[in-house]
Every structure is written in structure tokens, then in C-alpha cells.
């Protein structure tokens, strides 16, 4: 079993990507970060709601992850708002290209977490849901409440 370690740890979800996406596929990135942005993850004062990833040029980056200024930093924290570089092979850049190109597609974080000691984002392609699809989750996921509930009044 899996222990999770102080190296595998999550610094911060977008917990509204699978509320609001349909995850097509996911990937790890590394993540290009200065100064003192390393320690204010760790601290978890970072946000991804409403961040997205953007191929530009033969490179990803993140735009609108938002990673507060460390609090015992000094002048000169970088901006909380810069676009941040992910770090990729070429193929994978290249296919993420692709992948962004079919309409409806995007590029969002899923999970900012650190292993052995490197900052990594889960990055997944994904389509924008529908309100109609929103609340076939929502009946999907009572219906399953339900059966077990039936299961556990059998079972007890």
C-alpha cells in the first residue's frame, strides 16, 4: 500500500474542473516556479479555479494560477498572477497542440502536488459540460446513494 509522504503532497485541487469539465485525458507537467512561490505552495496558499493552460509558441503555460506572495518574502516576490512555464517533452507539447485545437477542448489543472521535492500539475484535456449535463451527474449520483442505502437496510 501507498503511503502518502511529505514528498507526495497535494498542495492545491481545482476542485470546480470535474464539476464543470468532462476530463478527456491527463497528464503530469513540471512547473517552472521563482523564488519564493515554492514555499508559499507548500504552505498551500495558492488558488486554481479559474485557471486554464495555453500552447504559445512550442511551450505550455498556465495562465491565471494564482500563488499568494510568500508572507516572509521581501520586495522582490514575483507577481501572484504571472503565467507560469510547464515543463514538457515536445511530443507531449505537440499533441496537447492538437488535442486544442478540436473545438470545445481546453487545458486545466487538476491538482498542484509535490513529488520528491518537485512541484508537478496534473494537467488534463477536457470539454466544458452543459447545464443538462451537470444534472445528469447530480440524478446519476442520488440513484447511486439510493441503491446502497437499499443495499444497507437489506444488509442491517
Same mark, same amino acid.
Given at each position: 500500500?501507498?503511503?502518502?509522504t ?7 485541487s481545482?476542485?470546480r ?9 491527463s ?13 508559499s ?7 486554481l ?7 504559445d ?15 516572509f =518574502? &521581501?520586495?522582490?516576490n %514575483?507577481?501572484?498572477?504571472?503565467? $507560469? @512555464?510547464? /515543463? ?6 505537440? *499533441? ?5 485545437r478540436?473545438? =470545445? &477542448?481546453?487545458?486545466? %489543472?487538476?491538482?498542484?502536488?509535490? $513529488? @520528491?521535492? /518537485? ?6 484535456? *477536457? ?10 451527474d447530480?440524478?446519476a ?16
Amino acid at each position: 500500500m501507498h503511503d502518502k509522504t511529505v514528498s507526495d503532497k497535494i498542495a492545491v485541487s481545482n476542485r470546480r474542473a470535474k464539476r464543470d469539465f468532462e476530463v478527456l485525458q491527463s497528464l503530469e507537467a513540471g512547473i517552472e516556479l521563482k523564488g519564493t512561490e515554492v514555499k508559499s505552495l507548500r504552505a498551500g496558499t495558492a488558488n486554481l479555479s479559474d485557471s486554464f493552460g495555453r500552447v504559445d509558441n512550442g511551450q505550455v503555460f498556465l495562465y491565471n494560477f494564482h500563488i499568494n506572495p510568500y508572507e516572509f =518574502g &521581501n520586495i522582490n516576490n %514575483p507577481d501572484p498572477m504571472r503565467e $507560469k @512555464k510547464l /515543463l514538457l517533452h515536445k511530443k507531449q507539447i505537440q *499533441a496537447l497542440y492538437v488535442a486544442t485545437r478540436v473545438k =470545445g &477542448n481546453t487545458l486545466i %489543472p487538476l491538482k498542484v502536488y509535490f $513529488k @520528491k521535492g /518537485l512541484a508537478k500539475v496534473e494537467l488534463a484535456i *477536457a470539454r466544458g459540460k452543459k447545464l443538462y449535463d451537470r444534472r445528469e451527474d447530480i440524478k446519476a449520483r442520488e440513484a447511486k446513494r439510493e441503491m446502497d442505502r437499499a443495499v444497507s437496510r437489506k444488509r442491517g
